[in-house]
């Protein structure tokens, strides 16, 4: 019987990838993904049967390999964690292939919320790289920056519909218009985490405007207030 998984590969350095997930890849005879996740497990795809795909063709990959199958085992990787931006694609594979068993991965917002020191469990986590509608999504990022969380945010890149195209500097701009003060909120913006490639911005929100990111990005909007368990001694203290 033929077995599907859905793994997460981590950002994008091969240092990133589990121990059970190169395992799986490397016990595995297809292996399904997008250039740049690939290029992150090369090392573990010698003698399989690799397939690239795009947005534009997935699909029709997919449904190629169904007949073909057999009892063989096929990998879907994923950059980054399957769990976090990616559900769209995972129920359409459950869709095709009915049961499929989903490993995580380590996160871009794991590493970048590490590097901007803004604790996940104080912030609110939010991915703007859908293809659904995302103005619900838009609301979320102002009601937690009001509130004085950290957020933690996959933009969204469109470059061929700049009406769905949701980048730093949209953001920025967007923010702006709500009439934030973007002026006085810390950003962080990452690319190609964990690779040579990585770079890193800090500013404030408005220093974003007219600002190019790569579709790699992750953005952490700062509000980060030190709390250290000091300031509740008197739960312990006599």
Known sequence: ????????????SPRFVTKIVSEII???DIVVGYKFTLKTIQN???????????????????QKIIPVLGDRSLVIPFTGDVNFSESEVVDRLIEIFGEVEIIPGISSIQVAASK??????????????VTSSIEEKKLELQKALIDGYSVILIPRPWPNKPEKHFMPSEIARYLRKNNFQTEKIKVHVYEELTTENETS????????????FSDLSVMV??????????????????
């Open 1 to 12: 019987m033929a077995k599907v998984y859905a793994v997460g590969v981590g950002p994008g």
């Open 26 to 28: 490397q016990n595995s």
């Open 44 to 62: 573990l795809l010698e003698g399989k049967e690799i397939h690239e795909i795009t947005m534009s063709n997935q699909e029709e990959v997919y």
């Open 116 to 129: 901007a020191q803004v604790p996940m469990d104080k912030s609110k986590v939010i991915t703007m790289h």
């Open 201 to 212: 911005f800090i500013g404030t929100v408005k220093d974003l405007e007219g600002k190019n």
């Open 221 to 238: 909007f700062n509000q980060n207030k030190l709390d250290s368990y000091m300031n509740y001694r008197w739960q312990w203290e006599n």
